[in-house]
């Protein structure tokens, strides 16, 4: 004998009342895991954002050192290229007063120097073949001796070129110290 309907209607509605609470609940939380997740995703963004922003400020941070310190080397280097045009000036108008124009290198001795100054051969750029030895001066003596005017005025040149080059090498260094701190 089957139970009359009306006593399986209550058991019924409870079995459904029960299905309905335990759906609901995996329905909360499930939601609570996925608004848990969200607000994890939501700090991780705001963390790497957070990131970007300092690395960003520390690259403006160093691009603003490097061109404060390029601009100071840059400053110092024509200060004391001023400083040394004076000084060589100077030499010169003092060269020309006391050089007395007597003959102190030979012809032959100064051709000699001009031949061993070109002998070393140039470095070429990589991948291309080396460049010939550069040729000797031309004698612009014609044959004559060099006074101790040429060999000083040729000084001063080299004095010139040499402090131009170490003063570059002096910027390049003092940049590189503020920027890298080597």
Known sequence: MRPPLHRLIPHLAVAALAAALAWSAAGALHRAELLAERQRTAACRLDLERERRARAQAALALHQRAQAAAAEAARQLAAQQTRFERRL??????????????????????????????????????????????????????????????????????????????????????????????
């Open 89 to 182: 000036q100077e030499t010169r108008h003092a060269l020309y007063r006391l050089a007395d124009g007597r003959e102190c290198l030979s012809a032959r001795l100064r051709l000699r120097l001009n031949a061993a100054l070109a002998a070393d051969e140039l470095s070429a750029p990589a991948g291309e073949p080396a460049h010939p030895p550069a040729e000797p001066a031309a004698d612009p003596g014609h044959g004559q001796a060099s006074t101790d005017a040429d060999l000083a005025a040729w000084v001063l040149d080299a004095a010139a070129l040499y402090h131009a080059c170490r003063g570059r090498i002096d910027a390049l260094r003092q940049w590189d110290e503020a920027t890298h701190g080597r």
